[in-house]
């Protein structure tokens, strides 16, 4: 059973808040993903990280930035948050390719944000 | 670039029937493929996977086989149960990072 957890599970908050989405893991993964889930379901790939101080943004551009200060968190941030921003951010962590690992990704229950 | 085609929904069935959801690949090298499961509300759990051609995952009942000769990596249920609504996503895996996702597909079994 992985162990990837997220919190809030929920959040409603006011246009130009700054929010910080938590994300973290026990399994001591390098690896660890943000991705937008949009109301028709599919899948952005908004952040990525490969271990400790390092991010890159993934294949949709987005205004939230993230941090990788220790293996387990992976912080997302939204500095003002907008109603464009509503949607469900769901939070994965994988281990290296290779030893009997292959590439599967765990995935934390998501964060359904709106902003109003 | 690397991409995955997956049947479009909704789809609607009765319990006890059986459940395909077609998948096909593009990708360059040697992709591991997966099949994932999203209930309502919930993050994505992985259902089943395969790593190499004519490998079979399996998982609750459900099957889907790697074919390399026609891309693909269709799921199958023989039986479903209510208990197997849900939204179902087909993905690939190349590289060492990156998961390429299918837009998903909703399934509602009715009692």
């Known amino acids: 059973e992985a162990d990837i957890y997220q919190t809030p599970r929920y959040l409603v908050i006011g246009t130009g808040k700054k929010i910080t989405l938590e994300c973290s893991q026990t399994?001591?993964?390098?690896?660890m993903y943000w991705y937008q889930q949009d109301p028709g379901m599919e899948l952005h790939l908004i952040h990525y990280?490969?271990?400790?101080?390092?991010?890159e943004k993934g294949d949709l551009s987005s205004e939230s930035t993230v941090s990788r200060i220790r293996t387990e968190h992976f912080p997302l941030t939204l500095e003002s948050a907008r109603p464009s921003h509503t949607s469900q951010y769901l939070c994965?962590?994988?281990?290296?390719?290779?030893?009997?690992?292959?590439?599967?990704?765990?995935f934390g229950p998501g964060t359904r944000l709106t902003v109003t | 670039g690397d991409s995955v085609t997956q049947m479009e929904g909704p789809v609607t069935l009765s319990e006890e029937a059986f459940l395909t959801i077609n998948c096909t690949y593009t990708a360059t090298g040697y992709p591991s493929l997966f099949w994932y499961v999203q209930y309502p509300g919930e993050g994505l759990q992985l259902l089943l996977k395969a790593t190499k051609a004519d490998d079979k995952g399996s998982n609750k009942g459900f099957e889907a086989t790697y074919r390399k000769e026609t891309t693909s990596f269709h799921l199958e249920k023989g039986s479903v149960q209510v208990s197997d609504s849900a939204v179902y996503f087909c993905?690939?895996?190349?590289?060492?990072?990156?998961?390429?996702f299918g837009a998903g597909t909703t399934v509602t079994v009715r009692a």
């Open positions: 399994m001591g993964h390098d690896k």
């Open positions: 993905a690939l895996s190349v590289s060492d990072y990156k998961l390429s």
């Open positions: 994965a962590s994988s281990a290296r390719r290779g030893g009997g690992n292959t590439g599967e990704q765990y």
């Open positions: 990280s490969y271990g400790v101080n390092s991010t």
